[in-house]
């Protein structure tokens, strides 16, 4: 930020905590690159002085300037000094003046960031089929064998509502404005006068940036937690996947391997609508209003797509000739849809592609508008399923073909139909999340009625309630029936979450919805009791003869903590050992989904213990699958920090066990991950490459091990070494009984309610108010906001040292250049202790925190010291990222303007505590909009 008379250089943002996967594998910056991205950031830091200036007063951009310039200082008394006597109207506009410049510099790093890695790598495909070529020259594999695997290839990534996002999509859309207005001004072929607008352009853009307020006035619904993700699903349907997927067929093409038409190698899910668990506002309802919005969303990029293909495709009879499947595909349009054949006939009549894709638009009309109304499919007059319309998409491209129109076929025909099989009609599979006790409840009530159990079902234990529910399955009796309408509470809101269900398919295909997961599955009835219920309506029939078997969805078993992740192998086998759920298993094609979490398993026992369970849990998991010919179908729960599984995708995926990914892969994308990696459409392109060439990779060249086992034998020994110290350490923490006094004082976790930026609360409901009821989410954001990031390291030192102390040095050093998985977690762990402060952090602590929990503080203290030497033992630095000096650099000039927003913060913390419970509406303005400050300047809160 700058006046006219006094120049500063606005430094650029470092990458978010997720990125540096860009930095490893692309290179840093170019010179050149590095010197466009400073002039962007300086340019508009200058915008924003003026504006400032304009609208509050040279004199606060003076104290704007001189508290950056203090922040700077060791100590920080003066700062504190200064910002203690600044009134709550100042502390607003200072907490806003840092937050926007945060919000532009991100914008700018992001949008030359995927310029740079667009222009100077050759991509992650080409790269990632060099070796598949590579391998299949060698005779290391097989080519069939291969081409067998890439057709069930599938990334999905699945967009939640996690409240980690605190930028409203206001202020996004103005960002990305400002996008396209640099990349404009980049165009060597501009005229000085498109320059000039350009700047005026710009200039306006930041001057809406200052006059939109970043904080939501009211928490977001569901319904718009949906529009936000439509947002980013339908950018990426239009902008990304069409050329994404054009470049994944041809780069398999040249290693001798097809895209079939029946693969769908990207697909998109959601849980926005369907994650009930504890989040009360999710009802049936919602989930159906979503639905329909997605639908819509869907609907309107296909026909805008075929709008397109309408326009292009003016081929004419009296140049090529049609197939004569194409002519009575005409016919039968003209019968179905009188009105259309009418209105189009006169333009079209020798234009035959044209004519045949005006009914294909009718149809997309027509099926938007049956949704819409509720009405049942009418076929031939909309689509039931986006295979009908790829069926119509076929039928032309096959005449084309048949014309020597091959390259209209495959070029804008084949890319229209590429994105229909990914986004199908409904944009992105929803999910449906339930907690494993709520079905028990309702089966409790249907049980209890039927009076033939000798005690309550509530009662029973887990092996008696495994027997009765599988003996259940075998039958075939209604256990409701009629009474299912005379249910109430619990069992009635989960019965009408199942019919809401199977009217969703039966409506929206069974594409709407796919998987309904189990969260603190804990025991094979867990699953069991959802088939039954899932039977009641008709969504599971298991008849007489297994081959008319039908399962219209998955079941999904979530395994959140480290008891639950070692006890994952026990209950695949005992789940596919049972001969009913076996054969639902096969009715959906035998593909077993199966959910991680890595949040409260890091909660529950440290990052340590929580990556190692979840590597030994794929392990176990992956062999189980093999010993029952089960395609296993992993969905990596994985937030936004490190804390939460967070770190590159594409590292993540390549350093799962071999043989673990075999195809398909489902991962979370989470709140401020989202804008981060998607709201730009060329980095959005860039990590869905990075992403899929992960899994192709995996999926054909990981399938055996690349180590003697004898080695990675002696590795285990080491990281169950690592994990078991970890979680001691990590568990002693967060068993102090100071540890929640001091992380409510010394963090702003309570205050983050009223920031409005989730429909779910931050609490499980029915708690006692500790620390197990606190969700992951929050636990993460409040370390982060105060620089202390615990969930992202604390016991990884004391787990490293204690393996060293234990004669393994060596061998922790050779994980670390050998193992993925090792350096993976490391390389994680390393750009957390970079980003944490403790300086920083002792404010909050001295001026926050009472005296008799400062105590938890200097255990802190001892644990980061020790994982950062380990972590420089390891990787041998002498300093933190000395292996990516710009990464450092950038890092340390960030927070240069983070440290006022920390410094106002504490001082805001400690005005608000003072004042109660009802402190004045502009202090907790204030306060709010420095939370919302510091997590756009981390980039990463949860």
Partial sequence: MSTGTQT???????????????????????????????????????????ALTRHEGAHLLDLVERVRALARRPGGDELGTLLSDVDDATAIVLARAFTAYFQLANIAEQMHRGQEL?????????????????????????????????????????????????????????????????????????????????????AELVDLLWQTDELRVERPRPTDEARSAHYYLTTLASQVVPDLLEDLERELGRAGLQLRATSRPLRFGSWVGGDRDGNPNITPQVTLDVLRMQHTAALEVLGAAVDDLIQQLASSVKVVDVSDALRESLARDAELLPHVHAERIRLNAEEPYRLKLSFVRARIDATRARLQEGRPHT??????????????????????????????????????????????????????????????????????RLGELDRPYAQLGRPARLELLSRELRGNRPLLGSAAERLTGTAAEVLELFATVRHVVDVYGEDAVESYIVSMTQGIDDLLAVVVLAREVGLVDLGPDPAGDCARIGFVPLFETVAELEAAESLLEGLLGDPSYRRVVAA????????????????????????????????ALRDVAHRHGVVLRLFHGRGGSVGRGGGPTGEAILAQPYGSLDGPVKVTE??????????????????????????LE??????????????????????????????????ALVGDERLMEFFISATPVEELGHLNIGSRPSRRPGGSGGLGDLRAIPWVFGWTQSRINVPGWFGVGSGLAAAREAGRAEALQRMFAEWRFFRSFVSNVQMTLAKTDLAIAARYVDA???????????LIR??????????????????????????????????????????????????????????DPALRRALLLTINGIAAGMRNTG
């Fill in 848 to 858: 926050l925190v009472a005296p008799g929990a400062r105590g938890v503080f200097d």
């Fill in 118 to 202: 667009l222009q100077r790598s050759r991509g992650e495909l080409p790269e990632a089929v060099d070796r598949l070529v590579a391998a299949v020259a060698a005779g290391e594999l097989d080519l069939a064998e291969a081409q067998d695997v890439v057709d069930r290839v599938q990334l999905r990534p699945v967009f939640t509502a996690h409240p980690t996002e605190s930028s409203r999509r206001s202020v996004l859309e103005l960002l990305l404005r400002v996008v396209g207005i640099i990349e404009a001004a980049e165009d060597p072929r501009q005229r000085p006068a498109d320059a000039e607008r350009g700047q005026r352009r710009l």
């Fill in 670 to 695: 989470q709140g401020e991950v989202i804008s981060d990696k998607y709201v730009v459409p060329s980095l959005a392109r860039h990590n869905l490459e990075v992403a899929l060439s992960a899994v």
């Fill in 8 to 50: 500063t250089t606005p430094t650029p943002p470092g990458p978010a905590e997720g990125q540096h996967d860009v930095l490893a594998h692309s290179g840093i910056l170019s010179d050149e690159a590095h010197a466009a991205l400073r002039a962007s950031v300086r340019r508009l830091g200058e915008l924003l002085g003026e």
């Fill in 588 to 619: 959906r094609g035998d593909v077993q989904e199966i959910m991680l979490g890595y949040s409260d398993s890091s909660k529950d026992a440290g990052i340590a213990a929580s990556r190692w369970q979840i590597h030994r849990a794929q392990r």
């Fill in 698 to 731: 995996a999926s054909t060249l990981h399938r055996h091990s690349a180590l003697p086992r004898d080695v990675l034998d002696d590795w285990d020994v080491t990281m169950d070494l690592v994990a078991a110290k970890g979680q001691e350490a990590y568990r």
């Fill in 379 to 448: 076929p031939g007059s909309d689509y039931g399923d986006v295979g009908e319309l790829l069926a119509e998409l076929q039928l032309v491209s096959d005449s084309l073909r048949a014309g020597e129109g091959d390259l209209i076929a495959g070029g804008p025909v084949a890319r229209v139909m590429r994105t229909a099989r990914a986004v199908g009609l409904s944009l992105a599979t929803l999910d449906i999340r339930e907690h494993a006790g709520r079905h028990h409840a309702a089966l409790a009530v249907a049980y209890d």
């Fill in 862 to 919: 001892a644990e980061h010291e020790r994982t950062v030497a380990e972590v420089l033992l390891i990787t041998g630095q002498e300093t933190l990222l000395e292996q990516a000096p710009l990464l450092r650099h950038t890092l340390d000039l960030r927070d240069a303007y983070l440290a006022p927003l920390h410094a106002l913060q504490v001082s805001l913390l400690a005005r608000s505590r003072a004042a109660g419970e009802s402190p």
